[in-house]
């Protein structure tokens, strides 16, 4: 088996591509060793030492580090991934799917502009962020303003303010002259 690594434009992550499928629908991001518990892969990450987040998406998993070096931890990752697909073992455990974030928000009235806004994400944004190990959902629009949850290699990229601010916020402002601006949650 042979795992390709992919830098991304977050350096404290690096996606790790199995060539195999992780999550046959959606995402699922932990943000620490207590939310693991329902994936048994997301364990064992967690065992590396410096290991501070993991994100699952269809066909790759980010690792998100802290201040340890890459040249330390990437060994240990990779072993961990092989040993999960070699054994058979699901990545999740059984009945757990898809991370579902609640709680979305807007006013009943824009419920056009807010199917554009998510169809759009879903076809133009997602896909490109996810080449970057990471995943952007529609939370909430409310006076112009679109809120968007940043998960994977996206949550505390140093270019994520750029990535919104300059590519998605004029993507959405082009398409749907309603949104004036978009914010991150």
Request: hydrophobic share 40%; aromatic share 8%; glycine share 10%.
């Amino acid at each position: 088996m042979f795992i390709q690594t992919e830098a991304t434009p977050n350096p404290a992550t690096l996606k790790f591509l199995p060539g195999r499928v992780v999550l046959p629908e959606g995402t699922y991001d932990f943000r620490s060793r207590a939310d693991a518990g329902v994936s048994p892969l997301a364990e064992k990450l967690f065992d590396v030492p410096g290991v501070v987040a993991v994100f699952f998406g269809h066909d790759f998993v980010t690792v998100t580090k802290d201040d340890t070096d890459w040249q330390h931890m990437k060994p240990a990752i990779l072993g961990v991934i092989m040993e999960q697909f070699m054994s058979g073992q699901p990545v999740m455990s059984a009945g757990q799917s898809e991370d579902i974030e609640e709680g979305e928000f807007f006013e009943t009235g824009d419920q056009e502009t807010v199917n554009t806004i998510k169809e759009l994400l879903e076809t133009r944004v997602r896909p490109a962020v996810a080449q970057d190990g990471g995943d952007i959902t529609f939370k909430g629009f409310k006076e112009g303003v679109v809120y968007l949850s940043m998960r994977g290699a996206c949550a505390g990229c140093p270019s994520s303010t750029a990535t919104l601010q300059h590519g998605i916020q004029n993507l959405l402002r082009h398409f749907v002259p309603e949104v004036e601006e978009v914010r991150p949650i």
